[in-house]
């Protein structure tokens, strides 16, 4: 049975159009982003580790090690979202996985289609790199 990071990693990452052969283990999901370049995508915490607010993409050359690390704020990505008046969150709600002792879940606010499609694209930009050190496509449609 998979945990709920596993879940929302496949959701976002299983159909392998932005992560090439997806494989989502325990909080990561793993991929090939062409020849000998993969990746590790994970949710991580940013200030408080019960609070999950980020994607951690790392890239690695699958002979040489680590190439570039990228941290994607998903509240960066999403903004603050609005929510109804069932908490004191008036202003809305900043999007994150909160690990309420055990229980994982999304923090009052759960993403939209739209918003996975936005984290995927914010991805797949990120996963392409023009600064002469490594190019390559994301895309596997």
Known sequence: MSNFFEQELWHLFGDGKVIGSPTCLVQ??????????????????????????AL?????????????????HLI????IKPISNRSKQTDGVAPHIWDDSGRIHWFIYHPTEDDYE???????????RTDGFWVFSASFT
């Open 56 to 72: 951690k993409l790392t890239v690695l050359n699958r002979t040489n090690g680590p190439v570039d690390i990228q941290l994607l």
């Open 118 to 128: 936005t984290i995927r694209q914010a991805v797949k930009q990120s996963s392409t």
């Open 76 to 79: 960066d990505l999403l903004g």
């Open 28 to 53: 990561a999901c793993f991929g090939t982003l062409g020849k000998d370049l993969r990746v590790r995508v994970e949710f991580t915490y940013v200030s408080n580790y019960k609070i999950y607010s």
